[in-house]
């Protein structure tokens, strides 16, 4: 607020920096969208670790393609995942749907396992009214215990108890009502409904499961594409702030998609997804990928020529812990989405994730061992390759978009030029939000000068551009030539930003050339 002088005397007024620091967003969020023992469906849920998986979804499990590709994301350096878990859903045939595991009535309550799923079949409930009879409403409280059962040939061993919540309240107006508790703080179990009125305390006693949980008969292409209206399957998505790569691992058991509908319906709309999302998709091979020509001759089919979306081949080979770690085929893009995270945390988004530092972890073998001349027929038509080098082992070697056939010539060839496009855009799409409702005119302008330039700059100075000068490397331009008169009267500024990506070197070529001894000549 201007000062208003009134007396002969020094002033002090505090000026606000015209400095708006633009930081940059992420780059490796992974979401996975796959099946899963427990945990919510269709909420994408952050987690940080492998541990976290197992806590809320349970781990690894035969039936669920996508908790092997989370566990070998985490193993090759992946840091942060948006896991979308999918249920099966058949109104015509119920008996084939996942569901949830509903525990006998307790009085007007009805408690049940808090998602679908044969993983809460073992789980009990117990209820008592030893609460603090100092208080007021003492008369309404109750404890609630939810424990796990062990058997050992059909006889109970074991009562385990997994959680236990205290002064449980059945008024809707109290702090701690049963039904808000539940919802908000239990990992097991939740009531059908939010009742519409007073209910009474539930009767003491253990309350086991009568209607059984049940894991459905596995997910399709239909599940995992769902319906964007209603913010299921790929696109429960819209319910999280940022991704910048999707996984979706194939459905079928053997680690690789064995349907035409994985590709023709689940990944081209993924991949639409994704560029509205600004994210990558990393597509899987088909299953019947099972040598170079069958890569070669069918890479066009799949319709997926689009600069956000990246294929690699072939598959991998890993050990399966819940097969006495025996090895077993699976898709290789939860290995090589931890490959990226982990370059992009030592190297930064603009490093091609490949190369002799990219080796897979936990990853003893190849689905199919390919050759310098084989390799180079796959990568001119975009499709990555994983090789064995060496002394270095199995390694990422290729670092192409979808749109990175020679043929193509796109300006979108390399991935990490992708990559890093993506990263400023989505950067600058948020750190531009002030912009809107300022007084269009030179000191916006100027500003907005300040801010993305020392943006880019800082990004200069990362090394994530060519030349040798910030004039070389960038541009920024904000003024009366990129928004006109007609601009400003329709509310428009317009902001033109420019980088000379750096490239990968693909290609070394080294010319040796023989130099023959000098004859020394006699005077």
């Known amino acids: ?111 049940l396992a808090n998602s679908p799923g044969s993983w809460a079949n073992t789980l009990r409930i117990n209820i008592d009214r030893e609460v603090d009879e100092t208080q007021p409403d003492s008369a309404e409280l109750f404890n609630l215990k939810v424990s796990k059962v062990i058997k050992d040939d059909g006889e109970e061993t074991e009562l385990v108890e997994l959680e236990l919540f205290r002064n449980l309240s059945v008024k809707s107006e109290h702090k701690r009502y049963v039904y808000q508790v539940l919802l908000e703080e239990s990992r097991y179990i939740e009531m059908d409904r939010r009742p519409a009125g007073d209910i009474s305390v539930p009767p003491a006693g253990p309350y086991n499961i009568t209607e059984q949980g049940k894991d459905g008969i596995g997910i399709n292409s239909t599940d995992i594409l769902g319906v964007q209206a209603d913010k299921t399957g790929i696109y429960s998505l819209e319910k999280a702030d940022i991704f910048n790569l999707m996984c979706i691992p194939p459905p079928s058991q053997d680690g690789a998609a064995s349907s035409d509908a994985h590709y023709t319906s689940v990944y081209s709309n993924a991949t639409g997804y994704c560029k509205d999302r600004r994210a990558m998709l990393i597509v899987d091979p088909p299953n019947n990928w099972t040598n170079k020509d069958l890569a070669k001759n069918n890479i066009d089919r799949l319709n997926l020529r689009d600069e956000n979306a990246v294929i690699y081949f072939p598959s991998i080979r890993a050990p399966d812990p819940l097969a006495e770690s025996r090895l077993r085929k699976f898709a290789p893009s939860g290995a090589v989405a931890g490959i990226m995270a982990k370059t992009d945390a030592q190297r930064g988004v603009w490093k091609a994730p490949a190369g002799i530092d990219a080796i897979l972890t936990g990853v003893p073998e190849l689905e199919l061992k390919l050759t310098d001349p084989e390799n180079g027929e796959l990568n001119p038509l975009g499709i990555n390759c994983l090789r064995v080098m060496p002394a270095t082992g199995r390694v990422v070697w290729g670092a192409r978009t979808m749109k990175g056939a020679d043929r193509l010539a796109n300006q979108w060839k390399y991935l990490p030029v992708r990559r890093t496009a993506l990263y400023i855009e989505e950067t600058l799409y948020r750190g531009t939000q002030w912009v809107v409702f300022e007084p269009n005119d030179e000191p916006l302008w100027s500003q907005i000068r300040l801010n993305v330039g020392a943006f880019m700059h800082d990004l200069f100075t990362q090394g994530a551009f060519q030349g040798s000068t910030p004039k070389e490397a960038y541009l920024v331009k904000c003024d009366k030539e990129t928004t006109t008169q007609y601009d400003i009267d329709r509310g428009i500024v317009n902001i033109l930003v420019g980088f000379a990506p750096l490239k990968p070197a693909e290609f070394v070529i080294i010319k040796i050339q023989q130099l023959a001894g000098q004859t020394e000549v006699q005077q």
Request: net charge negative; no cysteine; glycine share 10%.
């Open 1 to 111: 607020m201007p000062i208003n002088p009134t007396y002969p005397g020094v002033y002090i007024e505090e000026l606000e920096n015209p400095v708006r620091t633009i930081v940059g967003v992420s780059t490796s969020v992974t979401a996975f969208i796959g099946r899963a023992l427990k945990g919510p469906d269709n909420e994408p849920t952050m987690i940080h670790n492998f541990g976290d998986f197992e806590r809320i979804f349970g781990g690894l499990w035969k039936g669920s393609t996508m908790s092997y590709a989370v566990y070998q994301y985490f193993l090759n350096g992946g840091k942060d995942a948006l896991i979308g878990r999918v249920i099966h859903t058949d109104t015509a045939n119920p008996d084939q749907s996942d569901k949830p595991a509903k525990f006998a009535r307790a009085g007007d309550i009805q408690f």
